[in-house]
């Protein structure tokens, strides 16, 4: 079950990959937060401590305690945080600054879907022939976190637009998030908690530097951002 | 005692918060200061004057962080002290004032943190935290070219960081069923790791931690966000942020050793520190912009650490010597830079002339520095940088020696002059009139340069018996 969550994720990526309007990429980013939260809750249906019947025994859920932390840790970072606290967030920034489309990309958006989905084919190309080799990973996560990574950070060297840049960050740490969730063991809580402070803090400041940025350049051109240089600079 | 440093900041935080009175902003900065000096200097001579009071799992002092946790304190003193002359100059607005002393607040705070931790995990929030804090400082003046740095600098570091976040994914790997991150136990269990899952994890933590310390493929950061900020962060950065990037991959380094993968590791060091003293020689040699030019030279000394971790032995005796010196003769170069632009309100190495006649302190502040960063004899970079080239010598690595003696050449004469320039060239005729109105500078912004200098030098002649102790305790092991 969880495969089709996985797979759908790698597909978002190429669906950011092929399109330039930054209200699309946004979309992305729930979809990726959903898909994600599903990711974890099925993790979860199949842990040993579970099941159904738990929930109507105030015993079974005192014994369980941390798993359960655990599991609200899980619905808060990546339902809250990530489908909704970020996307509209953005689409606010997105709303002021009036930067719809980062048409200019480096390379066009047919060569970028076709990189996009070879680099997906990698992800599961490595996954794959690897699989035997790993033990303690899963290796469909695996594959798949890999090619979102890889992804995220060549989609942030082509693109124009500042905010695209912030939308790369975000996609490259919900790979990061699925590669952490293809351990086969239990990261420690402050780990998580760390991950949380990451996206959260550097997306807001992110965010207003994009702000500050559109004020003193009128404009979210990263072009603009290239004015420090060794040689020949006037400051 | 721990506590004490971690928990101040954050009522000093309150404090300010609560009160907002304008006093109060110098006097927090100091107050912290003066009590994360006498907090690691009670750590240096093992004296624990809060018994009591234990400190969490997560921080612990150990024989290397006590070194970085002592130069941190002098630094940030020798800052504190600055700052006070500084931002009377700076700014008038007391709002300004106080997110400033709120983010210099925190921005120790989390490289306290990150220094103190024994948690692999813990160590690498707190270096996030360093990102976040330090970012508003970047751009503490709201100019085009600040708001260009500070993007930068958030950015590549959260990159970087992220990166190694996965590095600290694959170690978990690594360990197989060992479920901790505690150094201590990671150390203690190292031979057992995954050998493949190790390295890979090591490859991710040295470029996303080495985003931070400014090594070189991944330095971009560096030149624009030192330059950018206001001195005394300036110094900050390049003295004591850089160090506690630099721990953590001595940390990790440490596990790479135990687990018996030490030699891999030590060739990725040894690239990364060479390209970082390459990449400083090519730029520092036409370089216009005077505090761009102290940012290549901190590349260049956190190369030199690179190459120091990675020769091990003598070596990282050396790593370790020349990271003390390092900081505090880069913070009074910056801070005496503060002094430049303040004297003279631009950047540019052209626009600066007879320095001397200028302003005389200063001036040799200048020189003072220069020579103590080019490893001039009374220097203690003299002492760490001959102690590499002898390891060097006995480990029969003559061409990376000769490499290594060319690239510190180009970078001096770069550096030499340029500073030369600046110092004894004459004054040129329109700034004769502007000489009538001398911007008078605060004793201030005078002494804690001369303080740094002065222990710079003097452990070059002579280092006391229980600082060598401390040093030997801790590069043991490696």
Known sequence: MENIFIILLGLTMIYIAATSRLAGHINMLIAQGWLLFFVCLSGFAKEPWFNWHMISGSQAIMDNMPHIIGLLFVIVETLIVKAVVIPVFLKKVLKRTQAHRDTEANVPHFYSLFIASIILFGGFLVANIASPEFKLVDSMYFGVSLAIIITSLWLITIKHKVLSNVIGFITMENGIFLLSLSVAKEMPIIINLGVLLDIFIAVFILGMLVNEINNEFDDLEVAHLSDLKDYEYND | ?478
């Open chain 2, 1 to 478: 005692m721990i506590n004490l440093i971690l928990l101040f900041p954050i009522l000093a935080f309150v404090i300010l918060a609560l009160f907002k009175k304008k006093f109060l902003n110098n006097l927090m900065i100091n107050l912290y200061a003066v009590i994360h000096f006498l907090v690691s200097m009670a750590f240096c001579l093992n004296i624990d004057f809060l018994p009591m009071w234990k400190p969490c799992r997560f921080f612990a002092v150990d024989d290397t962080n006590k070194i970085f946790l002592a130069v941190m304190s002098v630094v940030f003193l020798a800052v504190a002290v600055y700052n006070n002359g500084y931002v009377q100059k700076e700014t008038s607005l007391t709002k300004k004032l106080r997110h400033y002393t709120y983010m210099v607040l925190f921005f120790v705070f989390s490289m306290t943190g990150a220094v103190l931790s024994s948690n692999l995990g813990v160590s690498w929030v707190f270096i996030e935290g360093t990102t976040l804090a330090s970012a508003y400082l970047i751009y503490f003046h709201k100019t085009k070219h600040s708001i260009e740095a500070a993007w930068k600098y958030v950015f590549i570091c959260s990159i970087g960081i992220a990166l190694a976040f996965v590095g600290i994914i694959l170690m978990t790997v690594a360990t197989g069923n060992l479920n901790t991150l505690f150094y201590r136990d990671l150390y203690n269990n190292a031979p057992l790791f995954n050998h493949f899952w190790l390295q890979l994890s090591f490859v991710f933590i040295l470029f996303g931690i080495g985003t931070k310390m400014g090594l070189a493929p991944v330095h971009f950061w560096l030149p624009d966000a030192h330059a950018e900020a206001p001195s005394p962060i300036s110094a900050l950065l390049s003295a004591t942020l850089l160090n506690s990037a630099f721990l953590m991959i001595v940390n990790v380094f440490r596990i790479m050793v135990f687990a018996g993968c030490a030699d891999y590791a030590r060739i990725m060091l040894l690239v990364m520190g060479f390209l970082s003293l390459f990449i400083t020689a090519v730029f520092v040699y036409h370089i216009n912009n005077y505090k761009r030019m102290l940012a290549y030279s901190s590349i260049e000394n956190m190369g030199i650490l690179a190459i120091g971790t990675a020769l091990g032995g003598v070596g990282m005796l050396a790593a370790i010597i020349h990271l003390i010196g390092h900081s505090l003769i880069k913070a009074s170069f910056f801070l005496t830079s503060g002094n430049i632009l303040e004297t003279y309100g631009t950047k540019k190495i052209k626009a600066v002339t007879g320095l001397l006649k200028r302003d005389r302190r200063t001036g040799w502040l200048w020189v003072a520095s220069f020579v103590g960063i080019a490893a001039f004899p009374p220097s203690v970079l003299f002492v760490s940088e001959f102690l590499m080239v002898k390891t060097m010598f006995l480990q029969k690595h003559y061409l990376i020696c000769a490499l290594f003696l060319i690239l510190l050449t180009i970078v001096i004469y770069g550096l030499g002059k340029a500073v030369i320039r600046m110092a004894f060239s004459a004054e040129k005729d329109e700034n004769q009139e502007e000489t009538s109105e001398k911007v008078k500078l605060d004793w201030t912004m005078y002494v804690p340069q001369i303080v740094m200098l002065v222990i710079a030098f003097t452990i070059g002649i002579y280092m006391p018996q229980g600082l060598s102790q401390m040093v030997l305790m801790a590069v043991a092991g490696f």
